[in-house]
């Protein structure tokens, strides 16, 4: 995914900055240089065929996707908001339908969708920020390639769960699931361990999700 780093506004107030930084653009390339470093361009397919078994795209889906987009997120490369396409899909619905119609039919992902703006902020209240967990890294990109995201994600979950492919307490990034079906779960398993005069423990991880692409070699 190829992305434009963007730098950082001046800061209100002053504050310590990384080690051999000075400016917010200093800060803003040392953070995020490493870890997303160029990557190797591919050629486009010399030739693209439809999927005939693919089922056609509805409406309702590019719909329910687009209710999934925050109205206020900040605009990708493009400087479209989620807003636009709102309206944009409630005046006239033909427009994303057969723009998204066709990339769903063939498979493919324009390179020219994989654009992203990378912008560094800093975390509010440190006491120091002489450190990269002092800042945050949010990652904005194309409003088209957002839906058409989850537009396919919505046809992963589909098909996954008609294969029983998903574990049975697997409650994240599911449609009609949430943490309290997880909480629920979890609660329930407890009480019916218990009931054995079994002792119980519970063991939470929390794991970083990554972005599209990022050098895992990098340790933080």
Same mark, same amino acid.
């Given at each position: 995914?190829?992305g434009?780093?963007?730098?950082?506004?001046?800061?209100p107030?002053?504050?310590?900055?990384?080690?051999g930084?000075?400016?917010?653009?200093?800060?803003?390339?040392l953070?995020?240089?490493?870890?997303?470093?160029?990557?190797?361009?591919?050629?486009? *397919?010399?030739? #693209?065929?439809?999927?005939?078994? &693919?089922?056609?795209l509805?409406?309702?889906? =590019?719909?329910t996707?687009?209710?999934?987009?925050?109205p206020?997120?900040a605009p990708?490369?493009?400087g479209?908001p989620?807003?636009t396409?709102?309206?944009v899909?409630?005046?006239?619905p033909?427009v994303l339908l057969?723009i998204?119609s066709?990339?769903v039919?063939l498979?493919?992902?324009?390179?020219s969708l994989?654009g992203?703006?990378g912008i560094?902020?800093?975390? *509010?209240?440190? #006491?120091?920020y002489?450190?990269? &967990?002092?800042?945050r890294?949010i990652v904005? =990109?194309?409003?088209?390639?957002?839906?058409?995201?989850?537009?396919?994600t919505?046809?992963?979950?589909?098909?996954?769960r008609?294969?029983?492919?998903?574990n049975?307490?697997q409650?994240?990034?599911l449609p009609g699931l949430?943490?309290?079906?997880s909480?629920?779960?979890?609660y329930?398993?407890?009480?019916?361990?218990?009931?054995?005069?079994?002792k119980?423990?519970s063991?939470?991880?929390?794991i970083?999700?990554?972005f599209d692409y990022?050098?895992?070699?990098i340790?933080?």
């Amino acid at each position: 995914m190829d992305g434009k780093k963007v730098h950082l506004p001046s800061y209100p107030t002053p504050f310590s900055s990384l080690p051999g930084t000075e400016t917010p653009k200093q800060i803003n390339d040392l953070l995020l240089d490493p870890l997303f470093p160029p990557k190797e361009i591919f050629p486009p *397919p010399a030739r #693209l065929r439809p999927d005939k078994k &693919a089922p056609p795209l509805t409406q309702e889906v =590019i719909v329910t996707a687009l209710s999934k987009c925050t109205p206020t997120s900040a605009p990708g490369p493009d400087g479209i908001p989620n807003l636009t396409w709102k309206q944009v899909n409630r005046i006239n619905p033909s427009v994303l339908l057969h723009i998204l119609s066709l990339l769903v039919s063939l498979g493919y992902h324009p390179a020219s969708l994989k654009g992203f703006n990378g912008i560094v902020l800093d975390k *509010p209240g440190k #006491l120091s920020y002489e450190s990269p &967990a002092s800042f945050r890294i949010i990652v904005l =990109i194309h409003a088209v390639s957002k839906i058409l995201q989850r537009v396919i994600t919505s046809r992963v979950v589909l098909a996954a769960r008609s294969k029983e492919l998903l574990n049975s307490n697997q409650c994240g990034s599911l449609p009609g699931l949430s943490t309290y079906d997880s909480v629920l779960t979890l609660y329930n398993d407890m009480k019916t361990l218990q009931r054995r005069r079994l002792k119980v423990s519970s063991l939470f991880l929390d794991i970083k999700a990554g972005f599209d692409y990022v050098n895992n070699c990098i340790q933080t």
